[in-house]
């Protein structure tokens, strides 16, 4: 089990460009989560995705959004970057039932700096 | 809404030496406490969770927590360290019931040295 990967695993942009993370979810997992982690900060939630549609969204910005595909992966797009979006981005999965219904699990997460 | 305050953002101990990592949190509704540990450059890895039961929960490396309901607290407990626990540990907390966000703390930086 390869668990939750993301990538790319680093990645640096300028100020007004957009930006795609990519996250696979861990086998058996069909719903998946983003943080953003800003340095010397606790993950802050943005959005959750299951069934292919966004079930709960944090306080940011509509200049972040995302996508749920059939196979449970999921994208995260950031629109005109600012430089406070440098950040640690976590992607985390979990399932919809069974034992481990409350336990996310977490991906190594793509570093973003914004120049 | 919920929210989780860590008292301590360092927390520096000698090897062996016992520690406590302070957590406490806000919530008008029933909660899962969680703590997670992220080691340097890494992703978050979950070191025990409080879903229900047993107030007093523990790991395999042998950290425990207790959650306490009346002083809204699931501080986090070794008591004997090593230097391969220095890492950053985060409290967290969710509403019951299955698919909720997390909301995490601040973070504690504990650094175990010889």
């Known amino acids: 089990d390869a668990g939750v990967t993301q990538s790319p695993t680093h990645l640096i942009k300028t100020r007004g460009q957009q930006v795609t993370l990519r996250c696979s979810p861990k086998?058996?997992?069909?719903?998946v989560s983003w943080y953003q982690q800003a340095l010397g900060q606790g993950p802050q939630f943005i959005f959750q995705?299951?069934?292919?549609?966004?079930?709960q969204r944090g306080n940011f910005p509509d200049r972040f959004s995302g996508h749920q595909f059939p196979n449970y992966s999921s994208e995260l797009n950031v629109n005109a970057l600012l430089l406070g979006d440098s950040a640690l981005y976590l992607c985390?999965?979990?399932?919809?039932?069974?034992?481990?219904?409350?336990?996310?699990?977490f991906g190594p997460g793509t570093r973003l700096t914004v120049l | 809404a919920q929210s989780v305050t860590q008292l301590d953002s360092q927390v520096p101990v000698f090897e062996e030496a016992p520690v406590e990592l302070r957590c406490n949190y806000s919530?008008?509704?029933?909660?899962?406490l969680f703590w997670y540990v992220q080691y340097p450059n890494q992703g978050l890895q979950l070191l025990l969770k409080?879903?229900?039961?047993?107030?007093l929960v523990k790991s395999i490396n042998g950290f425990e927590a207790e959650f306490n309901k009346s002083q809204t607290s699931f501080h986090l407990r070794k008591p004997s360290v090593h230097i391969s626990d220095t890492a950053e540990y985060f409290c967290?907390?969710?509403?019951?019931?299955?698919?909720?966000?997390?909301?995490f703390g601040t973070g504690t930086q504990l650094k175990v040295e010889l």
């Open positions: 967290a907390v969710s509403r019951t019931g299955g698919g909720n966000k997390l909301t």
């Open positions: 995705y299951y069934e292919e549609e966004e079930r």
């Open positions: 985390a999965s979990s399932a919809s039932s069974g034992r481990a219904l409350n336990e996310q699990f």
């Open positions: 086998s058996g997992h069909d719903t």
């Open positions: 919530s008008s509704v029933s909660v899962y």
């Open positions: 409080y879903l229900s039961g047993s107030t």
